[in-house]
């Protein structure tokens, strides 16, 4: 059974930074992309960043880039998301998504995780 568990939202001040991390079990994900995506009260879910497994090669939303990185440890089956320069409207739960394949989208990942909270204080 394939299980995403996303830790590392919590409060942060604008201009902060946090970590998101989410432990990937129970299959092999080598043919994987893993995405991370966010959904702020009264909005639709919005993509985030993407990182392929087996390559490492990432994609970013217009919004986060420059400001978040996303990577992955193979040895932990973790996927990381690295979040700087943080602001208010950063401010939603984060998911992890997985999906086998090259392109990975809120209407066709294989599985989610059940969210972590990230809320950015002015």
């Known amino acids: 059974q394939v299980q995403l568990v996303e830790s590392g939202g919590g409060l942060v001040q604008a201009g902060g930074s946090l970590r998101l991390s989410c432990a990937a079990s129970g299959r092999t994900f080598s043919r994987y992309v893993m995405g991370w995506f966010r959904q702020a009260p009264g909005k639709e879910r919005e993509f985030v960043a993407t990182i392929r497994w087996s390559t490492g090669s990432t994609y970013y939303g217009d919004s986060v880039k420059g400001r978040f990185t996303i990577s992955r440890d193979n040895a932990k089956n973790t996927v990381y998301l690295e979040m700087n320069s943080l602001k208010p409207e950063d401010t939603a739960i984060y998911y992890c998504?997985?999906?086998?394949?090259?392109?990975?989208?809120?209407?066709?990942?294989?599985?989610w995780g059940q969210g972590t909270q990230v809320t950015v204080s002015s």
């Open positions: 998504a997985a999906r086998m394949g090259v392109v990975i989208r809120p209407d066709n990942a294989d599985y």
